[in-house]
């Protein structure tokens, strides 16, 4: 039976909703042991930065653990990567587990896989209320995928559009990536995310305006983390938006006068054009990728919603000039 140790690396949990998650978990036939740390609270975090770090190296050493799994994201998991590093120093690098979780989880899956040469699963925590409740296939999938069974990508039904230079043949490497405004929190630091160069990557997001996630792929791109990446493939961008400006009407005269000083009182109009989400992705991404000479491909179903397909982080995968993504090999799949 495998041994699931559940932490909280990140934001406040929702004990309710992680009460129903480790259920669903044992009801599948998974022993589950939970750390006090995940009813803690400091400031909006589950615990202070300390306790955090040293519930997850606590897992990470436990010899009756095999997978670690994220009760929630949030915000706070990146704080603990200075820690983890020196914890690593003092008492070694665990041996090889599974990290499961994804959003504020991306910093982690980079430190893990980095430092600790682990693998890694992007896929739903348990103190989502979703988690319980989702499709049958994805919920299928996933179990699949931390049961060690060996299978194709499990979306690999559902095909991704190209968008900008599409590949004559097949493309094979690496995937690696997670949440966009993650991955570029890590530009510059210690813990820089894994080089595009030879990869595929993988972004996806949640509630960020355009304009913040031109400013986080604009950061990536300028760093040289995107110079000669395989390809780069996006998942769902959930809520995110354009921003709606406006600007005082034309007026002259007395009006004129009137609207400024008084510019909340006066006539308004928009500013400028307005874009749809998808309208604004394109505008954010092909320009970029057509300029580094990078194919671009949107509609994988992963991401925080409406689509939470596990996607394998650190395989290899091999992705058609069709658009179809299958997994070719993930050391967890195949264990030694």
């Excluded at 979703?130 to 179990?143: C, G, P, T």
Aim: aromatic fraction near 8%; charge should be positive.
């Amino acid at each position: 039976m495998q041994q699931i140790g559940i932490f909280a690396p990140s934001s406040v949990v929702g004990l309710v909703e992680l009460n129903f998650g480790i259920e669903s978990l044992r009801e599948h036939g998974f022993a589950v042991k939970v750390l006090p740390q995940v009813k803690r609270q400091s400031f909006t975090f589950a615990g202070t930065d300390e306790q955090r770090a040293g519930a997850m190296f606590d897992l990470a050493k436990d010899s009756r653990i095999d997978i670690l799994w994220a009760a929630r994201g949030g915000y706070g998991a990146q704080r603990m990567l200075p820690l983890l590093a020196e914890l690593t120093k003092r008492h070694g690098k665990p041996e090889k587990k599974l990290l499961i979780g994804y959003s504020d989880i991306t910093v982690l899956h980079e430190f893990a896989r980095q430092e600790w040469g682990w693998d890694t699963l992007h896929a739903p925590m348990p103190s989502a209320s979703n988690f319980s409740r989702l499709d049958k296939a994805q919920w299928e999938n996933l179990l699949s995928l931390v049961r060690h069974e060996a299978m194709e990508y499990p979306a690999s039904d559902s095909r991704v559009r190209w968008m900008a230079n599409k590949p004559a043949s097949p493309i094979r490497a690496e995937l690696v990536g997670g949440n966009l405004s993650l991955w570029q929190s890590l530009v510059g630091t210690p813990f820089s995310p894994t080089p595009g160069k030879g990869r595929i990557l993988f972004f996806e997001d949640v509630d960020e305006r355009l304009y913040r996630l031109d400013r986080m792929i604009v950061q990536i791109s300028q760093a040289g983390l995107l110079d000669r990446a395989k390809a780069i493939v996006l998942g769902d961008f959930t809520n995110c938006d354009d921003e709606v400006n406006t600007c005082l009407a034309p007026c002259n005269g007395d009006a004129l006068k009137k609207a400024i000083s008084k510019p909340d009182k006066a006539k308004r109009q928009p500013l400028r054009k307005t874009f749809s989400s998808e309208q604004g992705i394109r505008e954010i991404f092909v320009p970029l990728c057509e300029r580094l000479r990078i194919p671009l491909a949107r509609g994988l179903p992963v991401g925080h919603g409406p689509s939470y397909y596990p996607l394998p982080l650190g395989a290899q995968y091999e992705l058609s000039s069709a658009g179809q993504l299958k997994l070719l090999h993930w050391n967890w799949s195949h264990p030694v």
